[in-house]
């Protein structure tokens, strides 16, 4: 980036299904300001995974250029997310002996190494290993372990695994359109880093980011994240069922969909009409807004039924007091939070990002939520790569949450 403000600007690169979303983020001395903003329909991805490298290229292009305009700055560096049913998350342990009597950086850097050291398939590549909690000399539910006394020193980390050649495809879209990568960042601990609060975390909480493809899941319990996925199914499942009963042409699916769908009839008067346009050059028709409802309705609820099942299968469904958040586009929908609540069993909100300043209005809406949150990711990363400020509580909390394994 140039303008005399390389240290100061982070640029987060959302490669999402239906759209890629470029948002910069200036670090300030009270925090982040959005300074830029630039989207673009998505041509090459499906369920998450670039399919087509040059039309992929071709979105990330535009968004780019227009993020650049509105920030007036050049992009040369961008923190990149990334989803697919190829996400894989997973809980590991470590157990070193602690040198000295007194646990220090390095014990801390071998006990994370110890609880990476795991078999993986080749195809495979780490690319979180985040840190749940340590134990020193059985005393467990320990954030930061640094100069405590003890001779037996255990982690507890969630590791996060990506199909290599999807993480290679993502590096390699940014490459060719003259991008570094900063970092590659599983999108819904984007999400959860720009819409959860703390008490959230802490009680058991569940993100559920909806996007155009997948559908991203992360629950964090006692402030730490406990299980990730990624489910194959998104808002594009819900266009297409909408294109397929109206019988009406695609693009017309998603406008109708955005502009007048609803997943409860008690919110929709029935005596509403929408027009819907047809097929083969046939004048469009008047359709009760009900119908609409009808068809997104079921598709809703089963994409909330394989979360339910996936939160069942991983063994926190009772955990989660904060009940659940909801973030991502198809979000959008009238209805949402409360069909969430029905299939579900629990309390159910809109995640909205926080914590930033600038533009704030412009991206405070479920569709920019990982956008926002891999700028707020970015800031923390850099920070810490260049140790300021690292015995400040919320910097040493941070470095307990997220260890990096590039």
Partial sequence: MSNGKRNELIVGLDIGTTKIAAIVGEITDTGIDIIGIGTAPSRGLAKGVVVNIDATVQSIEKAILEAEHMAGCEIISVYAGIAGGHIKGFNSHGTVAVKDREVRDGDVTRVTENAKAVAIPMDRQIIHVIPQQFIVDEQDSIRDPLGMS???????????????TSAQNVVKCCNRRGLQVAA????????????????????????????GGTTDIAVFVDGAIVHSSVLPLGGNHVTNDVAYGLKTPLEHAERIKQRFGCTLDAMIDPHDQIEVPSVGGRPPRLVPRQILCDIITPRIEEIFEHVRRELARAGYEDSLASGVVLTGGTTLLEGMPEIAEEVLGLPARRGMARGIGGLADVVKSPAYATGVGLVLYGARHKRLARGADLDSGVWRRFRSWVAEAF
């Fill in 184 to 211: 590659v960042v599983l999108e819904p601990l984007a999400s959860a880093m720009a819409v959860l609060h703390e008490d959230e975390k802490e009680l058991g909480v569940a993100l559920i980011d909806i996007g």
């Fill in 150 to 164: 003890g001779v037996r020193l255990e982690a507890k980390v969630h590791i996060v695994t990506a199909s290599v």
